[in-house]
């Protein structure tokens, strides 16, 4: 028998057995309230969407399951409409009116760093489950993450630009007012140039800029063989474009930024032979990604799920055995059990949390082809 409808069972079982006795209501236990914040509107609603509908689905199947400590989960989701400065007030309403028991969020860097001080102060665990700049968990001991981080992924395509495509001189575009992307451009020239390459010049711009003629013209006058764009997939799929028809032809390749349906609907053709690093791939023919793969396209029209959705999905069954361990939903106690998760085994394979609260894991490179994302290789730590 499902465990709520045994609970429910027993407490008309109870009330009848009082003589005279109204058959009381039966009481439902408390669900247990997870708080997520995402853009799930405006220029990075491809990210906040897809985490959204990996965490739902997570939430979904543990309550038919019977919830976690015999309590179904409540998701309680906030739009910050991938706006700088929303991201905290959500996370205030979140936690201080609503006593959500964890925080879930952001994907983007720059966002998850806004709403970490908050989920500090108030010693209530964050989980994101993409964020990948390092100083995201460094802001305390309550913010974890289940991905890579950027150090990492930053040599991971210092070394595939270097090896793999046999790149001597390349230029960052990095957008400013992301601090992903700047991040990221500097773990990337760190290794590159380890490794002998040349960063020939750096150029800039900031979210939602469109016009990236200026930039791509100084990169196409210094003589380079490929560049590395570390933003988001609308920028990116802009700069392709623009990049091809300044007739620049070397390989453009990026991060994890770049994985959204929309850089292909933006950049067209412009996108065929580009790179970039990410966490996972549907492609993967694991069981637990299969097996991922069916019931988010079952749940979802048939949509693949993408590495957002499988982080996401991974972030609430990873907050959800963190509290089971616990035996309570304390927050300190589940702070304590997350920051002790070994070796668990999810979509995006084995995760453990590390003395700094972030998961070591391998990255994937996937390239696009035919007008789709294709699997190329995985690195591991
Ligand atoms: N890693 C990016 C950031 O930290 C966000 C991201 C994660 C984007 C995964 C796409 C896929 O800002």
């Not at 079982?13 to 003589?19: C, D, E, H, R, Y």
């Not at 998760?341 to 994937?364: C, E, L, W, Y």
Request: hydrophobic share 45%; with cysteine; aromatic share 8%.
């Amino acid at each position: 028998m499902h465990p709520f409808l045994r609970f429910l069972g027993l407490a008309a079982l109870a009330a009848a057995a009082l003589p005279g006795a109204e058959p009381a209501a039966p009481a439902a236990p408390d669900p247990i309230k997870v708080g997520e914040f995402a853009s799930l509107t405006g220029k990075e609603a491809a990210f906040g969407q897809s985490s959204h509908k990996g965490t739902l689905l997570a939430i979904e199947e543990l309550n038919t399951t019977g919830g976690v400590l015999g309590r179904p989960l409540e998701l309680l989701t906030e739009d910050n409409q991938s706006k700088p400065g929303e991201s905290a007030t959500i996370a205030k309403k979140l936690l201080s009116r609503d006593h959500v028991v964890a925080l879930l969020g952001e994907v983007a860097s720059g966002r998850s760093l806004e709403a970490a001080p908050i989920a500090q102060s108030l010693k209530v665990p964050m989980i994101t489950p993409a964020s990948t700049n390092k100083r995201v968990t460094e802001m305390g001991s309550y913010i974890f993450r289940v991905c890579f981080i950027d150090p990492f992924q930053g040599t991971v395509m210092a070394k595939f630009a270097r090896h793999t495509l046999k790149l001597q001189k390349v230029a960052l575009l990095t957008s400013v007012s992301s601090p992903y992307s700047v991040d990221l451009a500097k773990y990337f020239r760190e290794t590159f140039t380890a490794l002998g390459g040349t960063v020939v010049l750096e150029q800039k711009y900031s979210e939602g800029d469109k016009d990236f003629k200026a930039q791509l013209t100084a990169i196409k006058a210094a003589g380079v063989d490929g560049i590395f764009v570390p933003g988001y997939y609308t920028e990116a799929a802009l700069i392709a474009k623009q990049a091809r028809e300044l007739e620049l032809t070397g390989p453009l390749f990026g991060g994890d930024g770049w994985e959204a349906p929309q850089l292909i609907e933006i950049g067209g053709k412009a996108m065929e032979g580009t790179y970039f690093s990410t966490h996972y791939s549907a492609e993967n023919a694991a069981p637990a990604v299969k097996g991922f793969v069916k019931k988010f396209r079952s749940r979802f029209a048939n949509e693949t799920p993408d590495a957002m959705a499988a982080l996401g999905y991974d972030s609430v069954m990873i907050l959800a055995a963190a509290i089971r361990h616990a035996g309570t939903t304390d927050a300190g106690k589940v702070r304590a059990a997350l920051a002790a998760t070994k070796d668990f085994d999810g979509v995006t394979g084995r995760t453990t949390i590390d003395s700094h609260r972030n998961a070591t894991k391998s990255a994937v490179v996937l390239t696009v082809q035919d007008g789709h994302f294709k699997f190329i290789e995985t690195i591991a730590p």
